[in-house]
């Protein structure tokens, strides 16, 4: 950690106590053990100005290509015989809405909302030895570098937790499109998509299917709203008449009571509707829906219209699927992007109509890059994972970038405070596309996040003993130059 | 003891005018009233702590050699006092340009500080060896534990409560010992209120070695990290120790050799000490070597290690030196300090933690360490190790430890002589976990009414013992019981490439060919939607206390979450046309909270169910009653 670290120009009334607060406000407590514990002084810690409400984290899993997408370079078509070190894009690049800012070919709908968005070039991760997606995952969706000795609480759950929830029945943290059983990594990407040490209280709300999700806030399969509610009235008839009522109020049992009051106050709510997409208009629905993904994102809208704090939409994690090219990337690129780039155009616009992008700021983000020819970083012991390795293109499925490249990658920021039609940062033109200027690691990226929610990068809780921070050891900055 | 005044021999060699800053004369004092009040002893406010050097260094506030570029001196010297240490509010001066030189010539000068000067205080030190308890005078044939809580409710003038009835008490104890609430068989054999032999009744439960073997692997299971599925499982960097553990805990393995296998593993046990491999680079406090001093400190110790294992424990006494010299036990390769992922050049040394009982021989071989680390833990004048597991076993029974949290064994516990007189116990009884249960379940202040409960817990007083939550395995298992429908051994054993089946290793304990009609545990199902709603880890983490409340999360799922609904319609089939709607309710009851209905919850139920119950309408009243807190909290 280095001094400047501790410094937040943007945030004057930090340096009163700069000193405490970035070591972290604590009093590290002998606590050991059950719950957290709130460290939050608020002389110690002042929480920023919030800039945006809500977040709509859309999450590209799978190592989306910057030089693909966001970050075009010197292109390349397709040919037998090209030396494969000749390549960086596959994709020729389009001209935006903004005019220093161009991508990459396929993405025409999101480049006509370009002048709405900041895009930061230059992201990077750490290089971990080894490449594997739900760990980068976790350590991008947590701030911390898994293993961790305490469960570490998503960045959703760090929203559900500090800020809570925007009105009393909406799900404060809500996970769309991704399946967390079936597949070789499942159990790696339920490690982190949780409330961690917070509790499953303030762990995400699952929705894989986003045209099934109406189930999740209906009476069970079958059931009617009628039958449904008459079976809670009967609950609380046994309740009342109980002849243990008289306990009732210990604590553990208050709160179940008032968890399942809850749950129900959602289940008969008029925000429930929401999370039912049929009940969008055919036109509208009709240009989302790409498939899954694009679901996703009118289902995030639609949540977020009705107080959803914290939503995630992914493309989905499966391995060697959709952004996850090990071969065969041009191809499987080219269909990702059509599945991404209305919808997520449309979510843009659609907040803009209803005066709503002001406030929420939507991220669309990865774990790493890909290059097609350097796995990790330069010099990285990193094991080759391409599926296509060869010298010179042969057939199409060597035509793509297949390797895991931590070196820089793209975010794209669109509304919640931050700056319109900006670019900051910037990858080199040639091999190694490594960050040449700005970088942002994930705890900045963290912090900016956080802090155009109104929360410090330095809020903490003590677990076990040990004080915890919104982003690692308290040292994520905001990177200021991208608020508006 | 914490050192705190510099050595006299020290101040004898004062200094001359342009030697270095003297430390003990010139920095301390200036620290001691300028700063210790809030960064020093148990104080870290803003999780500075100055009480060594290595905890100063640590904070990453100065650079040696250079104050002028050390915050540590900017925010003695700002301008604005709001900006200033020590803070306004804390009404002190501020420092003087004298007092600002000597600190900036320390720092230049390297920080020189006393060897083993510490401005930490004196904490609770619990004792290492087993205590001797002198009981407290009392009718003869009372239970110990009963006259040590008898003395402690006199010293705080507070009322023994209420004793519970024989029904309540057999709930509890059922579900304590076995996971599962009576049944209604059990229950029809009661004879009259108060004639129920209760030290026979705990004796027949814990001579159900399959129920309690059963029961008792969750709590294992979270302790060890044994999980069946998971991260690290990838690519071999992980494994089950479930046959083991179940034929450990179905022949109630002395807890002694229980330790010994685990820490100096055979063929099948070894799957604590290896931890979780991850692939790639790690955190260097999360190296399967320091994983494993973590791991056998927190579970056999309840020590926290996980703070010593980055720098020197601000917490509590542990050192980064103490946490290697555990890890390079367990490490083949030499290990190297790492401090705060920065590595400091020193090896370490293989060594355990409380010499006063013995130490490991270094240059043995990994295999002889570990067999010595294992006599170590387990050596008869090692009290920790007793201690931390009888407060473990008093915690899963009592719903609150002696020493809470349990995991924080260096804390004062409410009552010495409960806890010292239970590990003599285990001793005396060869380390039989039964018999510690026993001893349990047979007094009087077990089988005590259960407290009203605040959230707020300031000073403990024992009032009752506190409720606790069904484990999900517990509550799943319960909803079985009451429908009568278990599912087929096949849905739950995996495929053998998966996990080598856990349903294996009851075949094998038991020298089954085939399953037969004995129930299918929710300790062996993979960890569903359900039970990690209802808070089963993914035990990535050592965990050794499940959540006590019921979240809205949860709550969603079990109104509406499809494994809910699949058991419920499930038992509903079952129950369809056995019985009248009264005595489906009456049966109900029984079964689920041990207990007859009153009159007026007997019309309710029929309101619910109809004359002629639909399923829909017995599947609404099951979950009427499995909501009902009377059901998921044990009483």
């Known amino acids: 950690m280095t001094q400047e670290n501790w410094y937040d120009e943007a945030h004057p009334e930090l340096t009163r106590r700069r000193f ?146 925007r009105n009393d029945v909406m799900p404060a943290f809500i996970n769309i499109g991704q399946q967390l059983e079936g597949h070789g990594e499942s159990e790696e990407l339920k490690a982190f998509t949780t409330g961690g040490f917070f509790g499953s209280e303030f762990g995400p709300m699952n929705l894989p299917f986003p045209d099934l999700a109406s189930q999740a806030v209906k009476p069970p399969g079958g059931m009617s709203p009628d039958r449904f509610s008459k079976r809670y009235k009967a609950l609380e008839n046994l309740l009342k008449n109980s002849p243990k009522s008289g306990e009732l109020s210990d604590y553990h049992q208050e709160s179940m009571l008032r968890s399942i009051d809850n749950a129900h106050r959602l289940l008969g709510s008029k925000e429930r509707e929401a999370f039912d997409l049929t009940l969008e208009k055919k036109e509208i629905f009709d240009e989302y829906n ?133 670019l900051y940062g910037a990858t080199a033109d040639e091999r190694p596309c490594l960050v040449r200027e700005n970088p942002v690691s994930i705890e900045d990226l963290h912090a900016t996040i956080f802090t155009a929610m109104g929360i410090s990068p330095k809020t903490e809780y003590s677990i076990e003993g040990r004080p915890f921070y919104a982003t690692k050891d308290g040292i994520g900055k905001a990177v200021r130059d991208v608020f508006a | 003891m914490a050192f705190r005044i510099p050595s006299l021999l020290l101040l004898a060699l004062a200094s001359p005018l342009h030697a270095a800053v003297d430390f003990a004369h010139e920095v301390v004092p200036i620290l001691e009233k300028n700063c210790v009040e809030c960064h020093g002893g148990d104080k870290s406010k803003g999780g ?34 709001e900006d200033r240490m020590p803070p306004p509010k804390k009404k002190k001066e501020a420092l003087n340009s004298a007092e600002i030189a000597v600190l900036e010539k320390w720092i230049a000068e390297g920080l020189v500080w006393e060897e083993g000067f510490t401005f930490a205080v004196d904490r609770y030190e619990p004792p290492l060896k087993p205590r001797v308890v002198k009981l407290p005078a009392g009718e003869p044939g009372t239970n110990p534990i009963d006259l040590i809580v008898a003395a402690h409710l006199k010293s705080k003038e507070t009322k023994a409560p209420q004793p519970v009835d024989d029904r309540t008490f057999l709930r509890r104890v059922t579900l304590d010992l076995t996971g599962l609430p009576p049944s209604p068989e059990a229950l029809s054999e009661l004879p009259s209120e108060g004639k129920l032999d209760r030290a026979a009744a705990v004796d027949k439960l814990l001579a159900n070695n399959q129920a309690y073997a059963e029961h008792w692997m969750t709590f294992w299971n979270d302790l060890l990290r044994n999980e069946y599925i998971g991260t690290g499982y990838i690519e071999g960097g992980r494994q089950q120790v479930t046959t083991w553990l179940y034929r450990s805990l179905l022949e109630n393995k002395p807890f002694d050799a229980f330790i010994r296998e685990i820490i100096a593993p055979g063929p099948d046990s070894g799957g604590f000490i290896k931890g979780i491999k991850w692939r790639g680079v790690v955190n260097a406090s999360q190296t399967t070597e320091i994983q494993f001093s973590q791991n056998v400190s927190q579970v056999f110790l309840g020590i926290n290690m996980k703070c010593a294992s980055c720098h020197d424990s601000f917490t509590d006494r542990w050192t980064l030196k103490e946490a290697y010299g555990l890890a390079q036990i367990y490490s083949e390769a030499p290990l190297e300090l790492v401090r705060c992922d920065k590595p400091t050049g020193e090896k370490a040394e293989a060594s355990w933690i409380f010499p006063e009982l013995g130490n490991v021989d270094p240059t043995k071989p990994r295999d002889e360490r570990l067999k010595q680390l294992a006599e170590l833990v387990t050596h008869p004048e090692n009290g920790r190790t007793q201690r931390t597991i009888v407060n473990r076993l008093w915690n899963q029974m009592m719903g609150r430890g002696i020493v809470h949290p349990v995991d924080a064994m260096n804390t004062e516990p409410w009552n010495e002589d409960i806890l010292d007189h239970l590990a003599n116990y285990l001793v005396v009884s060869k380390y039989d976990l039964k018999a510690v249960m026993r001893l349990i379940a047979t007094s009087r202040t077990y089988q005590s009414r259960t407290e009203v409960r605040d959230e707020d817990e300031g000073t403990y007083v024992f009032k009752g013992p506190v409720r606790k939550r069904m484990t999900a395995e517990q509550f799943i298992d319960s909803i079985r019981q009451v429908i009568g429908v278990w599912p087929a051994p096949d849905q739950n054993a995996f495929g053998k490439n998966l996990t080598g089946g856990q349903l294996t290793a009851v075949m094998e304990a038991h020298g089954l060919k085939e399953w037969d009609k004995r129930p299918v545990r929710a300790v062996f199902a993979k960890r569903d939607e359900l039970q990690a709603a209802l808070g089963r880890p993914n035990r990535e983490q050592v965990v050794s206390a499940r959540p006590d409340i019921v979240t809205t999360l949860e709550a969603i799922n079990l109104a509406n979450g499809p494994e809910l609904a699949a058991l419920l319609k499930a038992g509903a089939a079952n129950l369809q046309g056995k019985a009248a709607p009264r005595e489906l309710i009456e049966n109900t009851y029984l079964a689920a909270l041990s207990r007859k209905p009153t009159d007026s919850e007997v019309r309710i139920a029929l309101e619910i169910l109809g004359e002629t119950p639909t399923p829909e309408a017995t599947e609404d009243f099951l979950w009427s009653i499995f909501m009902l807190p009377e059901f998921i909290y044990i009483n």
């Open chain 1, 20 to 165: 405490l607060s970035a070591l972290g406000a604590t009093t590290a407590a002998t606590f050991l053990g059950g719950a957290p514990r709130a460290l939050a002084d608020e002389k110690r810690i002042k929480q920023p100005t919030a800039t945006a409400d809500s977040c709509i984290l859309i999450w590209m899993a799978g190592g989306m290509a910057a030089p693909e997408t966001f970050d075009p370079k010197r292109y390349k078509p397709y040919e037998v015989g090209t030396p494969v070190d000749q390549i960086i894009s596959t994709f020729p690049a389009i001209d935006t809405a903004v005019d220093n800012i161009k991508i990459c070919q396929g993405l025409e709908n999101i480049a006509g909302v370009m002048d709405r968005a900041t895009l930061i070039r230059s992201h990077f991760q750490p290089d971990l030895g080894s490449i594997l997606h739900s760990r980068h995952q976790y350590h991008w969706h947590t701030g911390y570098v898994p293993p961790q000795t305490v469960a570490a609480p998503h960045i959703g759950a760090w929203m559900a937790k500090v800020l809570g929830g």
């Open chain 2, 48 to 81: 500075l702590s100055i009480n060594s050097r290595a905890l100063l260094l640590d904070a990453d506030v100065l650079e040696i050699g250079k104050p002028e570029d050390s915050l540590f001196i900017e925010v003695l010297t700002a301008e604005d006092p």
């Open chain 1, 290 to 422: 790409t498939g899954r993904f694009g679901q996703g994102c009118l289902l995030a809208r639609r949540l977020v219209e009705n107080g959803a704090r914290f939503v995630e939409v992914t493309t989905e994690y499966i391995p060697f699927v959709h952004w996850d090219t090990h071969e065969n990337g041009h191809s499987t690129v080219e269909r990702m992007k059509k599945e991404i780039d209305r919808p997520i155009a449309r979510l843009i616009k659609d907040l803009e109509e209803r005066g709503l992008l002001d406030r929420t700021l939507v991220v669309i983000a990865t774990e790493f890059s890909r290059d097609m020819m350097i796995e990790g970083v330069p010099g990285s012991i990193a094991q080759d994972q391409s599926r296509a390795a060869t010298d010179v293109i042969k057939e199409m499925k060597h035509y793509g970038l297949h390797r895991h490249f931590t070196g820089g990658s793209s975010v794209v920021m669109f509304g919640g405070g931050m700056k319109k039609g900006f």
